[in-house]
Structures are given as C-alpha cells and as structure tokens.
C-alpha cells in the first residue's frame, strides 16, 4: 500500500517500508506499507489546507452525499474488509464483519447530520436585531487512530470531521495500515476531492508527533494509550491547538446478591474476552458481593474453560490473536506480575501455537481469583483477554473499588433492584453506564467518551461530535434603517 496524499497514492519521501504480518500465521505478510516521516506530513498538511477553502465552500447536504456514497461502497466491500480486518489485526471474523457494517452505519449517520442544524437563533435584548450561532469548521484536523477498530474508529473521527467542513491528515496504527488505506479508497471512490482527506502511515513517535507539532494543523483527535495522549496534548497544548483524547480504561462489572448470575456470567465473559480483550471498554474487573462470590466463581470458570480460541478467519472463533509480538509480551508480564503479588490464576494465561502449529500471537483467555483492590491487575490496563475477581462485602464497597481507579471510561453493575441501579448510574465514576448489560460496547448516534484519566473530557460519535469538529461564531444583525 501508500500514502494517500492529494488525491494521489504515492510512496514515502523516505523511500523506506515495513512489512506487517499477520498475527495468526505470522510467516503469511499482509503486505508492505511506507515507513513515512515528517516530509510526508508536510505535504499532506499542504494538501489539505489548500483543499480547505473548497471544502468549507460546498454545502454540507453535498459533503454528506459524499459521505454517503463511501457508505455504499464500504457495504459492498464489507465481506473483503472484514478479512483483510481479520488477517490483519487478528479480530475474529465475526466481529470484523460486523465492524464493516457498524462503519457503513457510522458513514451514513454523519451524512444525514449535514442536514440538520448548524446553529442556533436567540431572543435578543435588541427587539429589532436577527442574533444567531453559527457552528463553522477548524481547518485541517489530524487524526490519529489505533489497529483495535480499524474501521469504526475512523470513521467515527474523519466523517463528522468532513461533514462539518474540515479537511484531515490521518494516521492510522502501523498495525491496521492497510485496513485503513481500504477505508480511504472508498471515500475517494466516492468523489471526495483530492486533498480533502490525506492518508501518511509510519510510526507514531515519528508521524503522530510531525502531526502534532505542525503549525497549520489546527486540532488533533487521538484514541490510544495514556503515554502517547499525554505526549501529543503537551505539544498540541503548548501550540494553542485543539485537543480530543480517548484513552484507556480499566472497565468494573458489580454483580450484586440479587442478579441474574447466568445472565452476569455471559455478558462478562464476553466483555472481557471478545477481539481478545483489546478493547478499552473490555470488561477487566468483576466486583462481586460475597453472597453470590462463589457461584459467580464458578460460573465464570466454566465458561471460560468453553472458549474458543484459534484461527480468526474461522467462524467459530470467540478468541483471536493478540496483535502484535509487543502486545503479546506486555500481557504475559502483566500476569506473571499480578501472580507475583498474590494473586490466583484460576484458569488461562499460557501461550498458545497458532492454526496447525504455526507462530502465532496467542494467549488462552485468564481468569484470576484473590485479586487485591491495589494490585496491578486492579489497578492498570492490561489490553488482552484477562480477567480479575474482587470480592466486595455490599453495594457500598462495589461502588468504592470500582472508583478506586484512576480511569472513568465505561462500568456495569448486574441487579434486579431499581433502586441500586439508579443509585450505581448516579455515583460511579464512568462515561458509559450499563445496567445488566456488558462494559463493551457503543451506540453510533450517542455520545461517547470517558471521565478521569479515560479522555479529555470531551465526547465523540452522535450530536456530541460537532462539539469538537467546529467552532461557535455568534452573529447579530441590525437593519441599518432602523433608528
């Protein structure tokens, strides 16, 4: 593959390139993509800026049918997306294929916003004055994006973004390039003008920085690790320019005495070991009231002793790779670290081959029992298929060790009483709220985003999205013939 630069596909200035593997059979390569450097995001910024003007120009309905078209194209390419998805990343084939869909679905949302408001009309203390908001757009907006959603996370940050009348430059994961160089083609394919959306691919310490720090780019919208978003918000900060960070998170399910323990059960598993736990929202920590402890227990070692783990492309799949050889060690340690501080691995957490025997990045799914509130297993992110058990004496101490983290992205508590409910939704620390339903998981047409050190208090996807993609201009107009 290439960069996408100007409406032309075109190699690295560098003339450099990586080759990416895939995660399953690690000797099948995907293919080759360029090993971009700050030359290329000087030419893409270039590029975008002077589309910009054209851009801004054209009504919002023709951008939205832009939009639309992309999503008709991506429909139709979704079968073939959600293989190169499955080869590349690792995520099971399944889930891939509905990712397809869910970044059609994100497309054609954002083209019917083009349709609705752009602003607001206000009763002024001038009876004889028109006083209005209008929302206009930034300029040209980086986007950097990582390999977990290769699909829906662009689309959710580059169609509200082109909508609204910006231009991008967008970086996507290393590890996802060529899913993402599919997600282009079909918005080129679709007529969006050269220049509008440019595509540089190459590492993140070098491109997302290059990004970050380049005068002309006017905001930045990041999903990725904590390190990289606090990096990009120092420069990003230090410049004046707009900031929008998701980051990660270290998601609680409280099952209280009274829940539905079968219910609790799968929706947990599920949550917690789905695209192999490479989710912020995945569920990483069951807070349970001592009652129903060890039924749950059970319960849960059960159904993790039923999970499939092996070749992504197979049907029957729950469980992929890891994505990465980095990944791979990083969650090992993460284990071998809680069990040095006293946790109990109950069932998982060893290495697996992959499909006939081949090198793969895989790991049997862990679940892990006298976890301590402070340990790292309770405490840090692990982003792989990994699960901890926390014994609570009531409701009050649930909701205590589930705020007892420093991230506030998505939480879930499983009762049948109304009450603990509203009260679970009212006083946990978290952007997301489930009640009997599972951690992961998000609505296309609502907002999106997390609290403490889970995001930068911003919101995307659904209304919320044109909260960061534009600006506000407040206008009063008063007829000159009026004394």
Not at 7 to 25: H, K, M, T, V
Request: glycine letters at 10%.
């Amino acid at each position: 593959m290439q960069n996408f630069i100007g409406g032309e596909w075109q190699d690295a200035e560098s003339g450099a390139w990586y080759e990416r593997e895939n995660p399953a059979r690690t000797r099948d390569i995907i293919g080759r993509a360029p090993l971009s450097d700050a030359r290329d995001v000087d030419r893409a910024v270039a590029a975008a800026k002077a589309a910009y003007p054209a851009w801004r120009a054209m009504s919002a309905p023709a951008r939205g049918a832009i939009l639309h078209r992309a999503a008709d194209c991506l429909a139709a390419k979704g079968p073939d997306l959600a293989v190169l998805m499955a080869r590349e990343t690792g995520k099971p084939i399944v889930e891939a294929e509905a990712e397809a869909v869910r970044a059609a679905d994100i497309l054609r949302f954002f083209a019917a916003e083009a349709e609705r408001s752009f602003g607001e009309v206000y009763e002024g203390r001038d009876a004889q004055a028109l006083l209005y908001t209008r929302r206009t757009p930034l300029g040209v907006v980086g986007i950097i994006s990582p390999w977990n959603f290769p699909l829906a996370i662009p689309a959710w940050k580059i169609a509200p973004s082109l909508v609204f009348g910006n231009t991008v430059v967008f970086k996507p994961s290393r590890e996802a390039a060529h899913t993402a160089g599919a997600f282009v083609a079909c918005l080129a394919e679709a007529g969006l003008p050269p220049g509008v959306l440019n595509l540089v691919v190459g590492g993140g310490e070098t491109i997302g920085q290059a990004i970050a720090a380049h005068p002309d780019v006017v905001a930045v919208s990041f999903t990725g690790s904590n390190a990289v978003g606090s990096t990009l918000a120092q420069t990003l900060t230090a410049r004046g320019a707009k900031i929008q960070l998701e980051l990660g998170g270290k998601n609680p399910a409280v099952v209280l005495a009274d829940a539905d323990l079968d219910l609790a059960t799968e929706l947990i598993v599920l949550g917690a070991v789905q695209n192999a736990g490479q989710r912020c929202t995945a569920t990483s920590r069951v807070i349970v009231e001592r009652d129903v402890y060890e039924p749950l227990r059970e319960r849960l070692l059960e159904r993790f002793s039923e999970i499939t783990v092996g070749d992504p492309l197979d049907r029957g799949t729950l469980v992929g790779p890891l994505v990465s050889a980095q990944r791979l060690k990083a969650v090992l340690g993460m284990m071998a670290r809680g069990e040095a501080e006293g946790a109990k691995r109950l069932y998982g957490g060893e290495r697996l081959s992959g499909p006939g025997g081949e090198d793969g990045y895989f790991v049997r799914p862990a679940l892990f029992d006298a976890v301590s509130p402070e340990s790292v297993l309770a405490q840090e992110e692990i982003f792989g298929p990994v699960l901890s058990i926390i014994p609570v004496r009531d409701f009050e101490e649930g909701i205590a060790v589930a705020n007892g983290v420093r991230y506030g992205l998505s939480a879930a508590v499983f009762t049948n009483r109304l009450d603990r409910a509203l009260a679970f939704a009212e006083r946990i620390d978290a952007g997301v709220v489930r009640i009997n339903g599972q951690t992961a998981g998000v609505e296309p047409h609502v907002p999106f985003g997390g609290m403490k050190a889970s995001s930068s208090y911003s919101r995307e996807q659904g209304r919320a999205a044109i909260e960061f993609f534009t600006q506000t201009k407040t206008v009063t107009i008063r007829p000159p013939s009026v004394s």
